[in-house]
């Protein structure tokens, strides 16, 4: 359910969601705390677009789970290339 929800962000560079972009490493649901950790990258520590992304997130993620925290990770380790892009991701880019 998260995953899906988050599969409906789009990079808007590349047209293209996080989770077949690869740019979701890890996803972490604490029920008793109502807490979702969302730890992410994006393709370039420079980008642009990283506040409005990870807002995103956070409201794809508060509306897969109400009542739930959402804290979303900038991490850099390991470094974003291509190699994270999905067999789906790479269809669409027609790679």
Do not use: Q
């Not at 560079?13 to 969302?38: M, T």
């Amino acid at each position: 359910m998260l995953v899906n929800a988050l599969d409906k962000v789009i990079d808007p560079e590349l047209n293209i969601s996080i989770i077949d972009l690869g740019l979701v490493y890890d996803l972490r649901v604490d029920v008793r705390a109502k807490r979702i950790d969302v730890d992410m990258t994006l393709s370039s520590p420079a980008c642009p677009m990283a506040a409005m992304l990870t807002g995103h997130v956070k409201i794809a993620a508060n509306g897969a789970l109400p009542g739930f925290d959402t804290t979303v990770h900038l991490v850099w380790e390991p470094k974003w290339n291509a190699d994270h892009i999905s067999e789906a991701g790479r269809s669409i880019l027609g790679w």
